[in-house]
C-alpha cells in the first residue's frame, strides 16, 4: 500500500508524510533525518542515539490489551515514523506557546530558572508534562524516574528538579499549594495553573476514534520506501508466515537497538517487520508457579507488571521480580524504557545487558512460535552466548517469556556499577541466586551470571557446580571467588579496557550477594541447623553491623538547597531591575520550544547539504584522494578540497583541509556537499584516501616529552628563592594527572551560509561565542573584504569555550563553493566529539618544601598539557594556568613552569576555566598532601578555612562551625562502616576574570530608540545561555529609566557591532554592559533637555518630541577595557583586572566495594562574593551550572578514550557521561556573599561564568578523604597519585582490599593509554 494520507497525529492535527520522499518510507526516523519529515523545530536534536534526551516526545497509543490510551514519552531520534502508525505525537509546541497559552510546566520550569542556553529545556518539558499526564500528583521519585534520561550541560539541574518538585504531591515548595496554583503560575497567563482537562487529565486522548480503530485493522499494511520495506502485520498468523518468507527480517519493536546499530555501525535491514499491531505479543498471564510476559511489552510495562506482582505475591516468591526491578530502574532512561521491548531486549544479547544476567539465573524460559508450532527454550547460557543449538530459527519470533516465581530457601539479587547512577550502560552488572537445602546453609543450587566481562552475558556454570553442597560461609566465599576469578576471566586488551576494575567487580558483587544472603540466613528463625562456627568468619570478621553498609544502594532524592543572596536596597526605584532575580529573557521561549537556534531557521528549497570527510590516520602522508565514486552518487553536488580554496587555507600549521598531510585522526581533508545530508553522507563513506604513516606519533604527554615535542617556549613564573628556601625544609615530590574534558555543549556545532547575488556578499548564521573570528576567517577563506560578510548570532546552545575558534573551521569550508540558495553544516555529535577538541589534559610534578607547623616555605611545580596536533589556544591557556595557579594561596617562593605538548590527537582548545581547573588542582593536592603529612587530616580544612576567612570574611563563621561538627560526624559514620566511607573537604578559591590583554577587554554596543519608545539593544557579546542578553537590558533599563518591557535584543551581528571580542574569559557581560551603559548615558544626555521642559511627560512623549528636535535617537556605546597585561620575557605584569573570591565545601559517601561515590545525605555548600550581582538568579545558576561541570571534570567524565592507533572511541552520551540529574548533590547550597562595593566593573558586579568549575573539586578532594580513610584502616599507605578524574573505576582500585589483590595483574596491557 502507499503510505496512507493520515497516518498519525501530531500535536492534535491529522499528519501524514508529505516528505521530501513524495510519501514514501525511507527508514527515516521522526526527527533523525533531515531534512526533519515533521518541520516542527521545537524538538532538539543533540546525539540522535536516544541518550540525551533534547528530542523527547510524547506518543500516545490505543492499547489493544487494556483499551485505554497510553502516554509514554519517547526519544523522537530513535522512532521510526512508520511505527506511528494510528498514534498520537505531542511535541513541545502542542504543549503551550507564548503566542496563545502556556502550559503550567513550561511556565515553572522558566520562572524557577530552569533554562539556561535552553537547549534541553523542550525535552525536559516533554518529559515532566508527560509525567503529569499519568500522574498528576507525582510522588518526587517518580519526578526523578522521569528526568533521568534528559541531560541538560548548563544548570547543574536543581532549578529544573525545583520546577518540577511543584507538581508533586509531598512538595513543600510552594505556598500555595492545596488551593491548586502554584505562585510560579501568576502573570505570565492567568489560566496557565493546572487543572483544565487538556493539562493534565490521564484520560485525555489525543486521538480521534477512527484512528483508534483504524490502528486495529487486520490488514497487513506495507510501506515501500527507497531502500527500505516496512511491513506491519495485523494477526499473528501473518507476521510467522512473513518471518518464512523474509528469514532475514528483523523484528523491530522499540528500535532503540536496531536504531543505534544502524547510525554507529551502518547496520542496514532492508526488510523490517513491525509487530507492534498484534496483541498476542503484548499479552500478560499468571500461574501459581509463575509469570508470561508478552515480548512486546515495553520494558516501563515490564516493570509494573513485576511491582504489581511483588505487591501481591509473599516476598519468597518474588525474588527474580525484585531483583529485575532494581534495574529497571536504573536502565537507561525512561524514554528508552517506555520504547525498549523485552522481547528486543533478550534477543539483542548485548553484552552489557541488565536484564538478561538476572533473567538467566531465574531459570527464565523463551515461549518461540513460527508457522510450524510452538516450542520453549531455556534463557541459558548457550543462548546467550548466540550458540545455533540453543537459538531461534530464522522463521521464528520470540512470543513471550516465562519467568518462574522463587521458592522458599532461594535468594535472587541484582548488582551493577556504571559511571552514573542512571542512564549509563554497566560496566559489569550481575544476577545471582542461591538455594538452599531446606532449613540449612548447604548449597543446593546456585547460578551466578554477568554482563559487561565479554562479548556476552556469561553464566558463571562450572563455579556453581563446584559450589553445590558447601556451606554459605567464609571458605565458601574465598573459593568461590577464586573460581569466578578463572572462570569469568577478560583478557587484559579486553576492548573497553578497566579489565582490573572488571574483575575486582566480579568477586566484590558475589561478596555483596554472599553478606545479603548471609543477613537473610540469620534473621531469627531463619537457620535451624547451622553449626554456628561454619558462620565464623576466619579472614573475614563476622557479620556486623560495620560491614551492613556495603549492602544499601544509594537512593535517587531530589535533591534540597537554598540560595542565598542580598535583596535590592528598598530605596531601589521599582522599575528598576539591576539586582533583581530576573528570568532569563528568552525562558519561556525556551520552555514553549520557540526560540529559534541555529538550525532551526526555515529552509528554502534546493537547500544544500555539507558532510566532513576526516583523517583516519594520526600522522600521515595523504597520497592520493579519490573523489570519482562520490562526485558519482545521486545528489552529490562537489567535494571541495583545499585547491578549491580561493584565498588562504587557515595558517601554516593549522589548516583549514589538509594538504600534503594529516596529524591526527579527525583532521578536516575534504567535505562534500550535496542535496540532501544523507547523500552527504553517502558520499563521505566512497571518498578514498590513501595515506602513507609517517613517524613519530605521538598521543600521550610522557611520549611527548621524551620526543620533546612541543607546540610553543615554556612559560614560566618565579618569585623569591625557591632554591635556598628548599634547603632548609621537608620536601615532597608527587605527580598529579588531570584528565580532559569533551564541551558536550547540547547543541552541536553548526552553520548556515547564505551567499547573496550581488557583490560577494554572504550572511552566516553560526553558533559561535566569536562571531568575528568567523568573519574574518570566511573573508580571508574566500579573498573577499570582510565588510562583504555578515556573521548573525542569535543563540547558542551552550559553548564552554568550544564555540571560539571551530565554528569558524566550519564556517569557512561551507562558505567556499559559494551555494546559492545555501548550505549549511551541522556536526552530529560523533563528528562534534572527534574532530573539535576540548579541556587540555595535565600532568603536574610539584615539588613543595614545607615546615613541620605546615607553613609552605617553597613550591615548584612544573605542568604539562597535552595541546593536540595544533596550537589553537595552548599558548594562551598555558599562560594562564601558570598565572593562576597559585590559586588564594600566598607562597613567597614559588616557581611555575609550564609547557604545551604537541601530540597527533585533534588539537585542545579553550574550556570553561581555560587551565585554572587543571592547574589549581596541582597547587590543591600539593596542600593536601602537605596537611596529611603534619597532622590529622582535618588540619587541611582548618587551614583552607583560615584562608577562605581571609578571602570572605563575613559569612566563615557558619561554614566553620559545621565543618568542624561534620567532620566529627563524618569520622563517627567512618568508625561505624567499613565498607562505606565519606569525606569531607574544603577548597578556597581565586578566580582572575578577564584576558590579560587590554585590547582583548574593548566593547561595544549600538543602542537605538524608535518613534514608539521601543528600544533596541545591540553589543558584541553573544547569549550561550548565561543571561547576557538580559543583564544587557537590566543595564539598559536602568539607565534609560524605561522597563525592560520597552526593549528588544534581536541578535548579535557583525553588520551592527563590529570587531567584537569572543564572549568568553567570564568578562563578557562586565565589558558589554559598560558599552550598553554608556550608549545610554549619550542617549539620556541627549533627551534630558526635553525631559527637563516636560518632567511630567511620558517616555514616548519624550521621544516624539527628541525626533521632532532632530536630536538622534540613536547611540554607539564603548568601553576602551580594562588595563592588564603581562610580559613573558621579565617575568611581570599585572594580567588581571579583578578577581572573584569563593569557597565550597562538600561531604561524600563512597562504596568501596564498587568505587561509586555519591553525593548522598551529603552536602555541597558554596559561597561566593559576586558583590553586588546584576541578576543573583542567573548567576547562581552560572554557579550551579560551572559547580556541576567541574564536578563531572574531576570525578565522572572519565578521559576520552582513544584505540591504540589514536580513533577516538568516546563518540556520544553512552560512552561519556556528563553529570545527570542523579548526580546534584542531595543538599545543595549556594551563597552570594553580601554586597561590597568594587568601583572597576558596572554597578560593582563581578563576572562568574568559569569560576565554580574549580569548586567541584571540593567533590574529588571529598572523595579522596573517603578513599584516604579507608585506605588508612587497611593499613595501606595513605599516599596514592592523584588522578582526576575519581571516577568509581579509580576510587575503587585505590580502597584496595582482598578482592583487589585478588585480581591485581601487572602483567595486563592496558588497553587505552593516558592521554
Ligand atoms: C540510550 C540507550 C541506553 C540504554 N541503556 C541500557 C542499559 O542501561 N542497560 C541495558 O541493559 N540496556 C540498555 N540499552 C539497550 C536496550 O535495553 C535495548 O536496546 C532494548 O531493550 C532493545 O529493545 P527494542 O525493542 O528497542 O529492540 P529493537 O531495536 O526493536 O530490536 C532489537 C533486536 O531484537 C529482535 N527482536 C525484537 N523482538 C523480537 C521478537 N519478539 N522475536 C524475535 N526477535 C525479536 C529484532 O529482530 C532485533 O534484532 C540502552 C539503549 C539505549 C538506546
Ligand atoms: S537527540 Fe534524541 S536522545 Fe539525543
Ligand atoms: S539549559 Fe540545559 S543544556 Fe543548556
Redesign the pocket.
Known sequence: HPLPSKMFMINLKPSWLETPWGGHYHGGNL??DRPFPVRLTGT?????????????VMVSKHDPVSRKIRHFSV????VPICSLYGAAVTTVEGVGSIKTRLHPVQERIAKSHGTQCGFCTP?MVMSMYTLLRNHPQPSEEQLMEALG?N?CRCTGYRPILESGRTFCAESSGCQQKGRGKCCLDQGENAASSLGGESDVSPGFCPLPEQVCTRTHTLRTLTFHGERVTWISPGTLKDLLELKVKHPDAPLILGNTSLGPAKKSQGHFHPVLLSPARISELSMVSTTSEGLTIGAGCSLAQVKDILAGRVSELPEEKTQTYRALLKHLKRLAGQ?IRNMASLGGHIMSRHCYSDLNPVLAVGNTALNLMSKEGTRQIPLDRDFLAGLASADLKPEEILESVYIPHSQRWEFVSAFRQAQCQQNALADVTAGMRVLFQEGTDTIEDLSLAYGGVGDATISAQKSCQQLLGRHWNEPMLDEACRLLLDEVSLPGGAPGGSVEFKRTLVVSFFFKFYLEVLQELKKPGKLLSVPVSALDGRHFPEISDRFLSALEDFPATVPQGVQRYQSVDSHQALQDPVGRPIMHLSGLKHATGEAIFCDDIPTVDKELFMALVTSTRAHAKIISVDLSKALELPGVVDVITAEDIPGTNGAEDDRLLAVDKVLCVGQIVCAVVAETEAQAKRAVEETKIAYEDLEPVIFTIEDAIKHSSFLCPEKKLEQGNVEKAFEEVDQIVEEVHVGGQEHFYMETQRVLVIPKTEDKELDIYVSTQDPAHVQKTVSSTLDIPINRITCHVKRVGGGFGGKVGRPAVLGAIAAVGNWLPHSSCLLD?EDDMLITGGRHPLFGKYKVGFMNSGRIRALDIECFINGGCTLDDSELVTEFLILKMENAYKIHNLRFRGRACMTNLPSNTAFRGFGFPQGTLVTESCITAVAAKCGPSARKGKAVIKVVTKLIKPSTNNLKSSFHSRRMQVAEFNKKNYWRKRGLAVVPMKFSVGFAATSFHQAAALVHIYTDGSVLVTHGGNELGQGIHTKMLQVASRELKVPTSHMHICETSTATVPNTIATAASIGSDVNGRAVQNACQILLKRLEPIIKKNPEGTWEDWIEAAFEQRISLSATGYFRGYEAFMDWEKGEGDPFPYYVYGAASSEVEVDCLTGAHKVKKIRTDIVMDACCSLNPAIDIGQIEGSFTQGMGLYTTEEELKYSPEGVLYSRG?DDYKIPTITDVPEEFNVSLLPSSQTPLTIYSSKGLGESGMFLGSSVFFAIADAVATARRERDIAEDFTVRSPATPERVRMACADRFTEMVRDSRLPPWAPPF
Not at 532538539?44 to 523527547?56: L, N, P
Not at 526519544?75 to 530513535?78: G, N, S, V, Y
Open positions: 526527527f533523525l532538539k536534536y543533540a546525539c540522535g542515539r536516544g541518550g540525551c534526551g533534547a528530542c523527547t526519544t523522537a531520534c530513535l525535552g534520561g541531560l524514554q555529535r552520551p
